[in-house]
């Protein structure tokens, strides 16, 4: 019988438990209902600085550094996964250049 909850917990030092793995074990109530969301994501090259923020902060791991060099001398980022994209917009919170901004467009087969 399946209990919904993780097989292993460990416990806090507060002794609330917490679980070993799978890291997202909790499954929406409405999941494969509501459409499922996808970014694209757009940059504008010559305003990177290349600070990597959009890259290490990408909770998906869309992005990566380039190796392809911008007007200014830095390696500005690339999208290597974009149907890992969730349209988070966390990459566009954080562009201390505006560099990078994202459309948003329904996925595919989705309603």
Not at 20 to 42: C, H, M, T
């Amino acid at each position: 019988m399946d209990s919904g909850y993780p097989e292993k917990l460990t416990m806090q030092m507060d002794g609330t438990p917490q679980a070993e793995s799978p890291q997202f074990w909790r499954k929406p109530i409405d999941e494969g209902k509501a459409p499922k969301l996808v970014g694209v994501v757009l940059m504008i090259p010559e305003r990177c600085k290349g600070c990597g923020w959009c890259v290490e902060f990408c909770p998906r791991k869309v992005l990566v550094i380039s190796e392809r060099f911008n007007i200014k001398g830095y390696h500005y980022p690339r999208v290597a996964k974009p149907e890992e994209c969730v349209d988070c917009r966390l990459c566009e919170r954080l562009c201390p250049e505006f560099a990078i901004y994202l459309k948003r467009s329904p996925a595919q087969g989705g309603s």
